[in-house]
């Protein structure tokens, strides 16, 4: 019984187990067809961001996503992708763990 306590604790601080929250931060120049292109890397693997959001301020568009779910491989190469996306400037990603 305690070994199956220790595995179950041990569970709670594995990073494998715990969803990855990702926010990915997006900075491009503001273009009617950036947008759709970000998303579609989502789309095309059958995620819907949690959240999405967007302004465009003179020439710069800034979009910011947050995806759950992710695995950190998954968001590296989703992150790769945004920036061969052309017309995108920077893409920043941040990792976070929900641990309930």
Known sequence: MLS?????????FDHTVTPLSVS??????AEPGIMPRVLELF???GLVPQRCNSA??????SIDVEMT???????????????QI???ETVFT???RHVA
């Open 43 to 45: 789309a095309k693997r």
């Open 4 to 12: 199956s306590v220790l595995s179950a604790a041990a569970a709670v």
């Open 94 to 96: 941040v990792e976070s």
């Open 86 to 88: 052309h017309g995108v």
């Open 56 to 61: 465009a301020a003179d020439t710069t568009l």
């Open 69 to 83: 779910g992710l695995d950190r491989e998954g968001a590296e190469y989703i992150a790769r992708c945004m920036r």
């Open 24 to 29: 990915f931060s997006i900075r491009a120049l």
